[in-house]
């Protein structure tokens, strides 16, 4: 059975794929309600009637819970926001598969400079609390960013980051326990 992108993301919270109605249950939880929409504006985004429905449902729910997640931001299935609150991502930025994001997070645009745009970020990544990453950097798979790192270099795949400014270390299994039922 093929299951859609929103069953998938819901998957990572609770470890099954749900029904519909058990979907529509579980969207009193803030982010899992802002997963919800997201994914449901990026379906129908380019449908005139709906599509600007959606545009607007979400809008206001980006007020509301904080999260400034745009439906253009390609996202990978398997997103997971662990809480809700002051979330930026900018609408170019492209995050892979099975990926959490906590609170306070920006993944931002440079503007200027040699690192002028936006970041990549790979797979099985997780990215915590008030972290940066900033510019044409690319995050690589199984990398655990740690809360409050400043990134505004490339890391390989199989990386740990802290700190301000970044340090990198190699590390097989970086996210080992930090990211549950991938899809």
């Known amino acids: 059975m093929g299951y859609s992108v929103i069953q998938k993301d819901f998957y990572r919270e609770s470890g099954k794929y749900l029904s519909s109605f ?26 005139s009637i709906i599509g600007s429905l959606y ?3 979400l809008r206001h729910y980006q007020i509301k819970y904080g999260f400034q997640i745009y439906p253009q931001t390609q996202i990978g299935e398997g997103l997971y926001l662990g809480h809700w609150g002051q979330l930026v991502i900018n609408p170019k930025a492209k995050i892979g598969k099975n ?31 008030n972290a940066v990453i ?24 199989n990386s740990v980051v802290v700190g301000n400014p970044a340090v990198i270390s190699s590390k097989a299994n970086a996210t080992e326990n930090y990211i549950n039922n991938k899809v």
Not at 140 to 153: R, S
Request: hydrophobic residues 40%; proline residues 6%; charged residues 15%.
């Open 134 to 157: 900033v510019g044409n950097v690319v995050i690589g798979n199984n990398v655990l960013i740690a809360p409050n790192a400043y990134v505004t270099t490339d890391v390989p795949d």
């Open 99 to 129: 990926c959490n994001i906590a609170q306070g997070v920006t993944i931002a645009q440079a503007n200027r400079g040699k690192n002028e745009g936006v970041p990549v970020i790979g797979n099985e990544v997780w990215i915590g609390p």
């Open 22 to 47: 058990q979907i529509l249950k579980k969207c009193f939880s803030p982010n899992l309600h802002y997963i919800y929409i997201f994914r449901k504006t990026q379906k129908h985004y380019k449908k």
């Open 55 to 57: 545009k607007l449902i």
